[in-house]
C-alpha cells in the first residue's frame, strides 16, 4: 500500500508540475544530462519482422532474389574495347509482384554528363596535380560509358528501357509474380579506361616506356549491365554510383566466354571449364601438380611469358568460365602475364581445396612470385578461423590498378618493385613488401566480406572494409607479429578520432569525410576493441563468427551485425555502438585525483587521538604565526575557564557513551566490518572525450605488487561525464594508470598518470550507503496526507550531547 501512494503521489505531483508549467512556464535548473547507455532498439534501429528477427538472424520469411548471367564477350585489344552479350535470367523470390527491373551501368561514370563527373569538387589551393592534368586530358579525347545497342526479351523482342545516369530501368513486357522467372537480353559495348590514370577500379594498362615491351594488362570489372538489388529493407536500390560507395548485387550462376587474342592469359570468376583448348599440356600439368604442391607452381613460366611478350597473335582464343552462386563478374588478360598456383587444404567436405593463384608480369618480379600465393593461402587459413572455410575453388590476385579491388575468387592488387636508376635491375623495399601482403591479404578477405556475406557497400562501407580490415589486422598479426599494420591498433586511430573533420561511422558511403580512417580504420579498430577489451577473445569470436555463419550468401544490414553479437555475447552494447558508429566523440578518460579514506576508530579515544593527529599534521595559521603581540588569554588569565584547558580534539563523555552503545548493537559481522583497518581509495575520473569507455586502472603500490582492475563501461550509466570510483586495499598506493596498454585508444595520455598515495580523508561511518545516492529505496520516500507528493524523509534526532 505504502508503494501505491508512492507511485500515485509522483504522479499526481507530476501532473499538477506540468499544468503548472503551462501557465507558469520554470526555467530548467538542472544540469544537461546525456544517456549514453539509450537504447538504439526503436530509436535508431528498424523493427524486427519475419524477414529479419530481432536476434540478429535472417528470419523464417526471409528472401533474395536469384540472378543468372550467360555472357559472350570480346576484348579488341587494338581499341581496348569490350563488346558483349548476355542473357540475364531474373527469379523474383519476393513476396512483390514487379514490373520492371533496375540495372546498374556503372561504367557510365566515365561519360563526361554523369552525375559522379559534374558533381566533382576540388580544393581550394592554388595548384593542381599532373595527374589530374592528365585526367582533364584524357576526357578531352575519350570518352567511357556502356553504348548499349538491344534490350530484348526471351524471344528478341525489343523491351522499352531508361538510362538514368548509372541505372538502367527496364519496364517489363508482364508484371513478374512472385515466384516467377524472366528473361532479358542486353547488348552493349563499351571503350576500357586507362587505369592509371582515371586511378579506376578497372582498365587497361600499357608498358608503353622507351625501356618497356609496349604490351597492356587488360582487367575487365563492373564490366556487363548487372542486376540491382531488391531487398526486404529499400527496395530497389537506386543511388547512382559515384566513384566511392561500392556495389551492391545478386547472386547467381555465370557461364561468361570470353574471346581474347590468342597469345593472351586470362583470369577469372569461376572455373576453367575448357583447359585443353586454351592451355599447352605442359600448363596442364603443371596446373595439376601444383594442386598437390607445398611451394607455388609456375603455370605459364616467366621465359613462356617473355617469349608471348615478343611475339603477335595469330589470332584468337575463347576461354569458358563457369561460377556457381556468385554476385558478380571479373577478369583479367595479357600476353604478359606469369601464373603461379598452389593448392591450400582445408577442413570443408563441399570445398576441400582451393587453388591460390597469382598472375603478374614481369614488372612486378621477384615480389610477386616471392610473398602473392603464399599471402592468398595464409589469409584462407586466417579467415577460416574467424568467419566460415572460403566456399569457392580459386582464389587469385592479378597485378594492375592502384591499391587493390576485390571480386569473387579475382582481386586485382597494385604493389611492384621499383627500377634502380642505376643498375635497372628491379627492387623492392621493406614496404612494398608488406604493402604487397597487407594488400592481398585484405583483397582476398573480401571473398568473405562481402563477396559471401554479402552487406550493401554503397550505404554502409564499414559493413565490408571495417570488418574486413579488422580480419586483416588478426591476419597480418599471424603473419609476423612485427608486421607493420597501418590500422587496428587502438593508439594509431587517436589521430583521426579527435580530428575536426569527420562524420560518424553510419554515414552513407558518398558523403563520407576522411574516407579510409572513417569506413577501413576506426570500426576495424573498434571492433578489435570490442574483442580484446569488451568482450573478451571467447565472447567476441564465437558472436562474431555466428554472425558470419548466419549471414553467409544472404544480405545483413548494420543492424543484423549488431543485434547478433549482443545476441551471441549475452552483453548489451548499445552504448559501444552508440558511441563508435553514431556520433564522433573519441576516448579521453582523465583521472582527476584520489583520495585515500580511512575509517574513524569505532573507539571514541582512538577516535579523538586519530583527529588530533590530524590537526597536529596541518600547518599553523599563518595570520597566527606573523603575529607578534601577546594574545589577551596569554596576558589576563582570569578570561580563561575551563573550556580553555582541555582539547577540542578530545573524546568527550557523551562521544564514549555513544560510541559504547553503539558496539553494543553490533553483531559480529558488523563489529568485524566495522573495525577495519583497509584503505578505502576513491578515484575521480572525468570523461573529457565524451566515448564511454571501460576504465583499465593499473594500480603500483609501495611493496612492490602492482594490480590492473578492468571497470566496466557501466561504470558510466548514470553519469557520462564524471564519476567517483572506489576500491578498497590494506596496501599503499604509490601510483596509478589509466589504460596502461593503450588498448582503448584513449587520446591524451597526460591526464591517465596519478602519482602518490593520494589525499587522506577520514570515512565517519553512518548507517545504511548514503555514498550510493542514486539508488532509490521505498523506505527513502514518505507521503504526506496534503499532497501525496514523495519528499525526502527527515533525519532521526541527534541524542543529546552529540
Sequence with gaps: MKRFLVLLGAALAALAMSSSALADPVKQTKAPWKDAFRQLEGEEWPTPSDYRTASGAPGHRYWQQKVDYRIQARLDEATKTVTAKATISYKNNSPDRLTYLWLLLDQNIFRRDSIAERSATVGGANEISLESLREIQMYKDWEGGFKLTAVQDAQGRAIPYKVVDSLMRVDLPQPLASGAETTVTVSWSYRMVETKVANSRDGFECFTKPDEDGNCLFLGAQWFPRLARYTDYEGWHNKAFLGGGEFTLEFGDYDVALTVPNDHVVAATGELTNPGAVLTAAQRQRLEQARTAKEPVYVVTPPEALAAERGKPTGDKTWVFHAVNVRDFAWASSRKFVWDAMGVRQDNPAQPLVMAMSFYPKEARPLWDAWSTKAIAHTIASYNDFAFPYPYPKAQSVNGINGGMEYPMMTFNGPRPTKDKKTGDLTYSERAKSGLIGVVIHEIGHTYFPMVVNSDERQWTWMDEGLNTFLQFQAERRWSKDFPSNRGEPRAIVEYMVSQNQVPVMTQSDSLLQFGPNGYAKPATALVILRETVLGRELFDKAFKDYATRWRFKGPTPYDFFRTMEESSGVDLDWFWRGWFYSTDHVDIALDGVTAG?????????????????????????????????????????????????????????????????????????????????????????????????????????????????????????????????????????????????????????????????????????????????????????????SLTPVPASPAPKPAGA
Excluded: C, H
Aim: charged share 35%; proline share 6%; aromatic share 6%.
Design 598 to 786: 580511512v575509517l574513524e576508530p569505532a573507539d571514541a579515544e582512538a577516535a579523538a587521538k586519530l583527529r588530533r593527529e590530524q590537526r597536529d599534521a596541518e600547518p599553523q595559521s599563518l595570520t597566527v604565526a606573523r603575529n607578534t603581540a601577546p594574545t589577551v588569554d596569554a596576558q589576563d588569565l582570569k578570561v580563561r575557564d575551563y573550556y580553555d584547558t582541555i582539547n577540542r580534539n578530545d573524546a568527550t563523555a557523551a562521544q564514549r557513551k555513544k560510541a559504547k552503545e553503539a558496539d553494543a548493537d553490533l553483531t559480529p559481522a558488523e563489529r568485524l566490518a566495522r573495525n577495519q583497518t583497509d584503505t578505502f581509495y576513491r578515484f575521480k575520473f572525468r570523461n573529457v572525450g565524451g566515448l564511454v569507455m571501460p576504465v583499465i586502472l593499473k594500480l603500483d603500490f609501495t611493496d612492490g605488487t602492482t594490480e590492473t582492475v578492468r571497470i566496466p563501461a557501466e561504470i558510466w550509466r548514470r553519469n557520462s561525464e564524471q564519476v567517483t570510483w572506489q576500491y578498497v586495499t590494506p596496501k599503499t598506493l604509490k601510483r596509478a594508470e589509466v589504460d596502461p596498454l593503450w588498448e582503448t585508444a584513449d587520446a591524451d595520455r597526460d591526464n591517465n598518470l596519478f602519482e602518490g598515495a593520494g589525499t587522506r580523508k577520514v570515512l565517519k561511518v553512518s548507517p545504511g550507503r548514503p555514498e550510493e545516492d542514486n539508488k532509490m529505496k521505498d523506505n527513502d520516500l514518505r507521503v504526506t496526507p496534503d
